[in-house]
């Protein structure tokens, strides 16, 4: 383990809350720690292992890590990257704390960071294997093991800007941690997202057509729209991007590498389509649906 805090991590201690029982976090030999005496350690990598007790549901294994970075380093993804980074700079053009929940190996993370020169990023991420590139992606860039699912491990009103990225949504925390004038920016797949691959891979996780409106219902009670930007284009694939692309993807874990390995035509071609939200936090998160209807049948 580390015995010096990691320079990325140091500046957002005041950010960071105990996850046992919600106190200040203090560094500590290879480690933070809290008041009462909770001790999470500092990987030898440089993340912070946050996520005790039950596990996460899910998370990246090693293939899909290796497969991730490889495709990433194509440069395939890179328009996604830079209409991301564009929003998060509108949101943020100064100074301020940008959080990745589900950040995976911390590639639109480190987009922005380098877009935005005096911001410091935490990725939060229930895969290990992710975080350990996740922590390598920018030299302002802090990642700490966690299950989006959860209550996060922040303060109230903690941070600037919130990326959510082909990842999962936790709405009331993402309200919580936001500062007032702070945005969360979603990306999400359309329907024509990879058809072409979707189409050659049988078994590939297909996308929900009503998507857009359960978004929008788990979000509506706690952010409006900003803006949207919908992003669509066709790349070219070798055999190996196209393995990787389908290798990356929740698919993966049922499909198997060795399954993909021994597959025989897949596209050369696929289109990358995206819709890229701003979502302003309202001033105070309202009641669900289900919520509003029982105060009423109470009420009658």
């Not at 209550?151 to 990326?163: C, E, G, I, R, T």
Request: hydrophobic share 40%.
């Amino acid at each position: 383990m580390p015995a010096v805090l990691p320079s990325a991590l140091a500046p957002l201690l005041d950010t960071l809350r105990c996850p046992v029982c919600g106190a200040a976090l203090r560094p500590a030999q290879g480690a933070l720690r809290c008041p009462t005496g909770h001790t999470f350690n500092i990987a030898r990598q440089g993340y912070v292992s946050l996520l005790t007790g039950t596990r996460a549901l899910s998370g990246d294994d090693t293939a899909m890590v290796q497969a991730r970075t490889r495709f990433l380093a194509t440069g395939t993804y890179a328009p996604v990257s830079r209409v991301l980074t564009h929003l998060a700079a509108e949101a943020m053009p100064t100074r301020g704390t940008v959080l990745d929940a589900g950040c995976g190996t911390g590639y639109y993370l480190a987009g922005v960071l380098d877009r935005l020169p005096t911001a410091r990023g935490l990725g939060l991420d229930a895969s290990v294997r992710a975080l350990r590139s996740a922590v390598r992606s920018h030299e302002r860039a802090a990642a700490a093991s966690w299950d989006v699912f959860r209550p996060f491990p922040l303060a109230d009103k903690a941070v600037d800007v919130v990326l959510n990225v082909f990842a999962p949504r936790n709405p009331p925390e993402f309200h919580r941690v936001l500062r007032g004038p702070g945005r969360l920016i979603v990306v999400r797949p359309t329907q024509q997202h990879l058809a072409e691959l979707r189409a050659h891979v049988t078994g590939m996780v297909t996308i929900d057509p009503d998507k857009e409106r359960r978004l929008h219902r788990a979000l509506g009670p706690f952010f409006e729209a900003a803006g949207t930007r919908r992003l669509e284009y066709t790349a070219e694939l070798t055999r190996q991007e196209a393995v990787d692309l389908v290798g990356m993807t929740p698919s993966a874990r049922h499909l198997g590498q060795e399954y993909l390995a021994c597959r025989g035509a897949l596209p050369d071609r696929i289109t990358v389509s995206v819709l890229a939200t701003s979502y302003r936090p309202r001033g105070a998160p309202t009641r669900t649906g289900a919520e509003t209807r029982a105060i009423r049948r109470g009420r009658r």
